[in-house]
């Protein structure tokens, strides 16, 4: 009697494989959710702007990114003008989520597009996004310039000279 | 005896720790690698003209035109820091990416400053629209010039002077798609 519980306590232990495959799951699962999240968005640095609205994401919106170099970058990737052209021609029209037009009654887009240049790049860039924005088949007017919000305390120090 | 082999099995029973400990470690390293503080990002609401095209609607003679012109002088990348009055120049510009000249209509201006008094007083005499839009549009339409070079930061800056000054119709010239 003695001897079957002291075996039976013996293989109480604890087998710490499946936890550790679980959590090698999760560290698998956050990674692949951080990469899709931050695809849209390039890490920047935004000019800081006193009038800049606080930014709520509009329903089907588009990102493009222009980095230091010029580079257009659409969901990570590096493209040219006539590329970037290409590619917003294809997103305009793709369908809305839920199932509203992606045009309105004067044939302009209903998404909105936000374009998110870093401080240092040219603002030649920023004008042919814009440009390429009213071309023909793709017609997005709604435009808005990405820029960092400044802090109501830091505002006398960033203020421009 | 039986109570030696009795406290042998109960001191065998515990937990194994170190890979649990291992894995959260590998798991807070993890994190602290990836963690992106949130910026407070905002935006400018821009819209571009809806009509393409000639514009039917003959101008109106009360328009008044305000001509922003930005000349892009140096660039900090190019600056020796290492010199004292640099060093305090671009410090105390808030280490701004470029230095710049401004032109009002055709005036060169000082400051930043200064263009957004003169704006305001501009401002002064054209009131703005209660509700800016193609119902009530404003009086006083800003072209601004972002001469070659200029960067996305000194444009900011400008038209967040324009919309301090309650300007609503900032135009910004166009620009030579091959340069």
Redesign the interface.
């Known amino acids: 009697m003695s001897k079957a519980r002291d075996e039976m306590m013996a293989g109480v232990d604890l087998n710490m494989t499946p936890m550790i495959d679980i959590v090698f799951q999760l560290i698998i699962f956050f990674m692949i959710v951080i990469d899709m999240s931050q695809k849209d968005l390039e890490a920047l640095e935004l000019p800081q702007s006193q009038k800049a609205i606080e930014d709520e994401a509009e329903e089907g919106r588009l990102y493009v990114n222009i980095n230091r170099g010029g580079d257009y970058i659409l969901r990570m990737q590096p493209l040219s003008l006539n590329d970037l052209e290409v590619q917003l021609k294809l997103r305009v029209d793709a369908p809305m989520k839920d199932g509203s037009r992606t045009r309105d009654a004067q044939d302009l887009a209903v998404r909105p597009i936000l374009i998110r240049a870093d401080r240092a790049s040219e603002f030649k860039h920023v004008q042919k996004v814009m440009y390429v924005c009213g071309k023909e088949g793709i017609k997005i007017w709604k435009v808005n310039l990405a820029a960092a919000q400044v802090a109501a305390e830091d505002d006398a120090a960033t203020a421009p000279k | 005896m039986?109570n030696a082999?009795k406290e042998q099995?109960?001191a065998?029973?515990k937990?194994?720790m170190t890979?649990?400990i291992d894995?959260t470690f590998?798991?807070l390293i993890?994190?602290m690698c990836?963690i992106?503080f949130k910026?407070?990002?905002?935006?400018?609401?821009?819209?571009?003209?809806?009509d393409?095209g000639v514009n039917a609607t003959p101008a109106q003679e009360m328009l008044q035109k305000v001509d922003i012109r930005i000349i892009r002088t140096a660039t900090r990348d190019k600056l020796d820091l290492d010199d004292k009055d640099t060093f305090k120049k671009w410090r105390?510009?808030?280490w701004?990416?470029?230095e710049i000249e401004i032109y009002f209509q055709t005036e060169r201006i000082a400051?930043?400053?200064e263009l957004g008094r003169q704006l305001k007083e501009l401002r002064k005499t054209v009131p703005a629209p209660v509700n800016p839009g193609p119902e009530d549009e404003d009086d006083l339409k800003m072209n601004l010039e972002?001469m070659?070079?200029?960067?996305?930061?000194?444009?900011?800056?400008v038209?967040?002077?324009a919309?301090?000054a309650k300007f609503t119709s900032i135009t910004?010239r166009?620009?030579d798609?091959d340069?």
């Open positions: 039986g082999a099995a109960t065998e029973v937990l194994e890979s649990m894995v590998l798991l993890f994190f990836t992106k910026i407070l990002e905002g935006k400018l609401q821009t819209y571009l003209p809806k393409v105390d510009r808030g701004s990416e470029s400051s930043l400053k972002a070659a070079g200029c960067i996305y930061e000194d444009i900011v800056h038209v967040d002077i919309l301090d910004f166009g620009i798609l340069a």
